[in-house]
């Protein structure tokens, strides 16, 4: 069974930085699709990048391409989401998503794939 579990959320002013970290276990396939969501109050949960565990591949939602970049580090079983030039509009609650034996981890923004496996979610606050 795959767990997640995130970290690094906090309070920063517009213009800052954050990184978001997800470490998991439990994968029993190599290739697997992994993604950071977000849900702020009274919208929808939308995906804001995803990863390809195996070839690396990435892909961003529009709203936080140049800003955001996900990446992996193997050794540590771990996910990140490093955000900069913070806006007030990035404020929600972030989460690490999963699904195992995957590929088309772009599903993941397209709203075309979910993932199986969520993390608990971690508090980001811009403000301005």
């Known amino acids: 069974q795959v767990q997640l579990v995130e970290s690094g959320g906090g309070s920063v002013q517009a213009g800052g930085s954050l990184r978001l970290s997800c470490a998991h276990s439990g994968f029993t396939y190599s290739r697997n699709c992994m993604g950071w969501f977000r849900q702020a109050p009274g919208k929808e949960r939308e995906g804001v990048a995803a990863i390809d565990t195996r070839l690396g591949g990435t892909v961003y939602a529009d709203s936080v391409k140049g800003r955001f970049t996900v990446s992996q580090d193997n050794a540590k079983n771990t996910m990140y989401l490093q955000m900069i030039s913070l806006k007030p509009e990035d404020t929600a609650m972030y989460y690490c998503?999963?699904?195992?034996?995957?590929?088309?981890?772009?599903?993941?923004?397209?709203?075309?794939?979910?993932?199986?496996?969520w993390g608990q979610g971690t508090q980001v606050t811009v403000s301005s």
């Open positions: 998503g999963a699904r195992e034996n995957a590929f088309f981890c772009s599903g993941f923004l397209l709203r075309q794939r979910e993932p199986n496996s």
